[in-house]
């Protein structure tokens, strides 16, 4: 009988809070992370001659980050690696027409890397990689929790929903057994 009613409660809990939960958030919710990483821009590159990939590495004052590591990467595995010079310039040869990251730190770029033959006019002739955690004036970690996603892919509304979710399950459940225990 006491079984009864733990489920009986609960089964009242889950229906309550089924209605308080938006419906775009359970739809949505595998596709959160996916919109994210859609954000992500490609940017076609013109290769030099014998298949040369030119670029520069700056830290976050924009300054040359001399003897940085820069990896080229295609599916998913890393082509080669260089390091940068005193000015944080580096050259690549021997790359063929593809899609690539290109990695330095904190900074990566995915770029489509054309012969210098076939690349199209609007085409880069270099790399310019800038480590991406820089915070823009007036903005912080506090902002983007706010108003933007944060590392986990929820914003602090989801997450405030989530947590009132949990607490209002364990609640009902302490009050459940407390009234079977009187």
Not at 41 to 59: E, F, K, S, T, Y
Not at 85 to 99: E, K, L, N, Y
Not at 136 to 144: A, I, K, N, P
């Amino acid at each position: 009988m006491k079984m009864l009613k733990v489920l009986r409660g609960l089964a009242v809990t889950a229906a309550t809070f089924g209605i308080l939960i938006p419906i775009p958030t359970i739809v949505n919710a595998t596709e959160i992370g996916a919109a994210s990483r859609q954000g992500e821009v490609v940017r076609d590159l013109a290769l030099g001659a014998g298949g040369v990939i030119r670029g520069q590495v700056v830290n976050k004052d924009g300054l040359p980050d001399r003897g940085a590591d820069v990896s080229v990467i295609r599916n998913g595995e890393t082509v080669t690696t260089v390091k940068t010079d005193d000015q944080g310039s580096f050259a690549i040869a021997g790359i063929s027409g593809g899609v690539y990251a290109i990695s330095s730190g904190k900074a990566t770029g995915v770029v489509r890397a054309w012969s210098h033959e076939t690349a199209p006019p609007a085409a880069s002739q270099g790399v310019l990689l800038v480590p991406s955690d820089i915070t823009v004036r007036g903005q912080s970690c506090l902002h983007d929790w706010l108003h933007h996603h944060n590392h986990t892919g929820l914003t602090l509304g989801q997450v405030g929903l989530g947590g009132l979710l949990v607490l209002g399950l364990v609640g009902t459940i302490i009050a459940l057994t407390l009234d079977d225990a009187s």
